[in-house]
């Protein structure tokens, strides 16, 4: 069982013999492959709409981490309250002890099937949200993060957006 919420959630100096130069610039940290998998699903869903890619963000990343370990200890893995968050989130409570990232992903993109773009409205009394922050076009960067909460044979998602998505009164693509 799947539950879903939305909420709109120097270069190196080297010093060696009195004389300074700068080391050359590392790019950016390989992915795990649970971030990869995250980002490859999130990425997916944007190019069905053609919106551009999003990047990986370590700072997103680490933010969720903290969140959703907090839900997890202090919280019996209850649905984090993201309202005043800057960024955008999406969560994901499922009645199973894991679930793989894309997974996760993949439930939140099921909502495309409510969404109505001619009006961007969601269809009847359904919800659309987690959906539209996935493919929302001006989000650029996803961080994510997953715990298993074992007392309460479950596990929860937790994504945040930047900048983020669902804006009263605009369209996310």
């Not at 010093?15 to 997916?44: D, K």
């Not at 269809?123 to 929302?136: F, I, K, M, P």
């Amino acid at each position: 069982m799947f539950h879903l919420v939305l909420f709109s959630l120097a270069p190196l100096l080297v010093l060696s013999h009195g004389v300074s130069t700068t080391a050359p610039e590392q790019g950016p940290a390989p992915l795990t492959g649970t971030a990869r998998e995250f980002l490859e699903a999130h990425n997916e869903a944007r190019a069905a709409v053609g919106v551009e890619a999003l990047q990986w963000s370590e700072k997103l990343g680490n933010a969720s981490s903290l969140m959703v370990r907090y839900q997890r200890n202090k919280k019996g893995c209850e649905f984090a309250n993201l309202t005043a968050s800057r960024y955008g989130g999406n969560q994901l409570w499922a009645g199973t002890m894991a679930v793989a990232p894309r997974v996760a992903v993949e439930e939140w993109v099921k909502e495309k099937k409510f969404y109505l773009r001619e009006n961007n409205t969601c269809l009847g009394n359904h919800e659309c949200g987690v959906y539209t922050q996935v493919v929302w076009r001006k989000t650029t960067e996803v961080g994510c993060a997953q715990a298993t909460c074992v007392k309460e044979q479950a596990s929860l998602t937790i994504c945040f957006y930047d900048p983020p998505g669902n804006v009263v009164g605009e369209t996310p693509y």
